[in-house]
C-alpha cells in the first residue's frame, strides 16, 4: 500500500502538466548569449553559384563520367533445358568437351538463380569452393584439387561459400575454360 502511494504522488508533477525544476524544457533555460545556427541565410543567386561551381545536382552531360559496368560483359551464362545462370566471367574452371555448347556469352532461356541451377542440374554442374586468397590469387590452387575436379565430367564452377566467384588465371593452371 505504501509502494503504491508513493508511485501516485511521484507521478502527481507529471500529470499536471508542469516540468519539474531543472529538466531544461523550453525557451527560458536556453542561455542568453547563444547565437542563431546561421550567419546569414544563403540567397537563391548564391546557392545557383554553388550549385554550377560543384556541379551539384541534375544530371551529369551525358559522355561524361566513368562509363557504366556492363553485366553481361562481364558474366557467362550456363544453359541447360531451356534455363540458365550467370557466373562472372573466370569463375568456370572446367568445361568438358560434351558441355561446350552449355556455356554461352548471352542470356537464352528463363533465369534461374545459381543455388537452385546447381541443385536442379547437380549431375552436370559441380561447386569448386575456393579461399578468398585462392580467387583473389594471393595463393594458389593446389593442382590435385584442380585434377580431381576436372576428371569427374562435369563443368566445374570456382565458389566461395556457395556461390560463384571469379578465380584468378594464376591460380587455376590445370583446367581453364578456353576464350569465346
Given amino acids: 500500500m505504501k509502494l503504491s502511494l508513493f508511485a501516485l504522488l511521484a507521478l502527481v508533477p507529471l500529470a499536471s502538466g508542469q516540468a519539474p525544476e531543472g529538466a531544461g524544457m523550453g525557451a527560458g533555460h536556453l542561455p542568453k548569449d547563444i547565437k542563431a545556427p546561421i550567419g546569414r541565410a544563403v540567397s537563391d543567386k548564391d546557392l545557383k553559384a554553388r550549385q554550377e561551381r560543384e556541379k551539384f545536382g541534375g544530371f551529369a552531360p551525358e559522355g561524361s563520367g566513368p562509363q557504366g559496368w556492363d553485366l553481361e560483359k562481364n558474366s557467362e551464362f550456363l544453359v541447360f533445358d531451356g534455363n540458365y545462370t550467370i557466373v562472372p566471367k573466370g569463375a568456370i574452371l572446367h568445361v568438358p568437351e560434351r558441355y561446350k555448347t552449355q ?59 556457395h556461390n560463384p566467384i571469379s578465380v584468378a588465371k594464376g591460380t587455376a593452371t590445370v583446367a581453364q575454360t578456353p576464350a569465346r
Avoid: C, H
Fill in 103 to 161: 556455356v554461352v556469352a548471352k542470356p537464352q532461356g528463363n533465369f534461374i538463380l545459381w543455388q537452385e541451377f546447381i541443385t536442379r542440374y547437380r549431375a552436370v554442374v559441380s561447386s569448386f569452393e575456393v579461399s578468398l586468397e585462392e580467387a583473389s590469387g594471393q595463393a594458389a590452387i593446389k593442382p590435385e584439387r584442380l585434377d580431381a575436379a576436372s576428371k569427374t565430367g562435369m563443368i566445374v564452377v570456382g565458389t566461395l561459400n
